[in-house]
């Protein structure tokens, strides 16, 4: 069991800028990804950015390319999403995750809100 604690995000002018951070309870062994997914009202929830454990790949949504940054702790517990020249498209609950072989472990979302 993987427990993710998430922390930041909240209200943003368009243009303006968040972080939104999670942490892991345990390190799992083995491979796994850990990433930002995010859902609007009345949408599914997509994904925003992921890092593999072993080689530290991020990958991005063509939304976000440019804009967000992921980055991560070298105890590979830990995750930050820079968000920069935030728009209200942006609006959504952001949900940190980890995918192991055998799991997918999700943290309790936090609200992202961008708007004048």
């Known amino acids: 069991q993987v427990d993710l604690v998430q922390s930041g995000g909240g209200l943003a002018q368009p243009g303006g800028s968040l972080r939104v951070s999670c942490v892991a309870s345990?390190?799992?062994?083995?491979?796994?990804?850990m990433g930002w997914y995010r859902q609007a009202p009345g949408k599914q929830r997509d994904l925003v950015a992921t890092?593999?454990?072993?080689?530290?790949?991020?990958k991005y949504a063509d939304s976000v390319k440019g804009r967000f940054m992921l980055s991560r702790d070298p105890s590979h517990r830990s995750i930050d999403l820079q968000m920069n020249n935030l728009q209200p498209d942006d609006t959504a609950v952001y949900y940190c995750a980890m995918q192991t072989w055998s799991n997918t472990y999700w943290g309790q979302g936090t609200q992202v809100t961008v708007s004048s």
């Open positions: 890092i593999t454990s072993n080689s530290g790949v991020t």
């Open positions: 345990t390190v799992p062994n083995g491979h796994f990804e």
